[in-house]
């Protein structure tokens, strides 16, 4: 872990429910548990955060800044698209790091 500090602060943030599912998806390979989404979330967003950290950080993510019309939903559809693909990369990275 490049972050050997515990977590100390609560985030609060809406997520859209096709990233979520990805999200817990991969919490049930690595963190399942008893509960209604059969993960540790926590423990789950906080290896995807420092694996999206450390790959902003090398370079090998780059993230593209654009303006997304609140009423299309196009683009709104498109977006989740983009974040559904950085997860996979993510997720293949966080293979890499898990013991």
Do not use: H, W
Not at 36 to 54: F, M, P, Y
Request: hydrophobic share 35%; charged share 30%.
């Amino acid at each position: 872990s490049i972050f050997k500090i515990m977590p100390n602060k609560l985030l609060n943030f809406r997520c859209p429910d096709e990233l979520l599912a990805a999200i817990d998806n991969l919490g049930k390979q690595r963190y399942p548990a008893d509960n209604d989404n059969g993960c540790e979330r926590s423990k789950t967003l906080l290896d995807i955060i420092e694996a999206g950290v450390q790959a902003l950080g090398d370079g090998t993510i780059k993230i593209e800044r654009k303006t997304v019309n609140k009423n299309s939903k196009t683009d709104i559809e498109n977006t989740v698209r983009q974040l559904q693909e950085e997860m996979e990369v993510m997720n293949s990275r966080l293979k890499k790091l898990s013991p």
